[in-house]
T-cell receptor
Framework: AQSVTQLDSQVPVFEEAPVELRCNYS??????LFWYVQYPNQGLQLLLK??????LVKGINGFEAEFNKSQTSFHLRKPSVHISDTAEYFC?????????????FGKGTMLLVSP | KAGVTQTPRYLIKTRGQQVTLSCSPI?????VSWYQQTPGQGLQFLFE???????NKGNFPGRFSGRQFSNSRSEMNVSTLELGDSALYLC????????????FGQGTRLTVV
């Protein structure tokens, strides 16, 4: 079984400041890792994913994440946030070897960007 | 390329009734998954269908069921609705291979009164 922990339920930050959203996971099998963003009354949109290779992954809207296998973490970062980045962010994992597409999500982190 | 389409967007039902939600995946996608999103429990997996077969199921009571048609469209049904079933129900489609990303619809907001 897999579990995902997002350590902060809410992260307030000022516009143009850097931000890091933390994600740790637990799994008995190897997993793929994802970050999704959800704007109010919308579905989820993929920001980035880690499948293999370089542990630093770049995504859309200037976001990047680093996979750390020893710490089982996949933290999301952005060097300079905009008001439009205000949204809820979800970290998710999916087993590599299983035949199905089930995602296990964290509880989400609400990013609040103020001017 | 059209995205994942969920209908209806909003529903209000009374306790004890049943409801059917629909999901049309991206063309060519054979896997459809359903998730329930609530403020208290977050995003929880309901079930996944691939080529009309359920290949994984989450920990939900039997009142929750689903199916997939030959054109990959999927429906989920909830019978004997309870107040706690009020949630945003999200559908996601993937091509189905390992590591492929899931594309989500905008969801159906179900309110049970």
């Amino acid at each position: 079984a897999q579990s995902v922990t997002q350590l902060d339920s809410q992260v307030p930050v000022f516009e143009e400041a850097p931000v890091e959203l933390r994600c740790n996971y637990s799994s008995s099998v190897s997993v793929y890792l994802f970050w999704y963003v959800q704007y109010p009354n919308q579905g989820l949109q993929l920001l980035l994913k880690y499948l293999s290779g370089s542990t630093l992954v770049k995504g859309i809207n200037g976001f990047e994440a680093e996979f750390n296998k020893s710490q089982t973490s996949f933290h999301l970062r952005k060097p300079s946030v905009h008001i439009s980045d205000t949204a809820e962010y979800f970290c998710a994992v999916k087993p590599r070897e299983m035949g199905y597409s089930t995602l296990t999500f964290g509880k989400g982190t609400m990013l609040l960007v103020s001017p | 390329k059209a995205g994942v389409t969920q209908t209806p967007r909003y529903l209000i039902k009374t306790r004890g009734q049943q409801v059917t939600l629909s999901c049309s995946p991206i063309s060519g996608h054979r896997s459809v998954s359903w998730y329930q999103q609530t403020p208290g429990q977050g995003l929880q997996f309901l079930f996944e269908y691939f080529s009309e077969t359920q290949r994984n199921k989450g920990n939900f009571p039997g009142r929750f069921s689903g199916r997939q048609f030959s054109n990959s469209r999927s429906e989920m049904n909830v019978s004997t609705l309870e107040l706690g079933d009020s949630a945003l129900y999200l559908c996601a489609s993937t091509i189905g291979g390992p590591g492929t990303e899931a594309f989500f619809g905008q969801g159906t907001r179900l309110t049970v009164v």
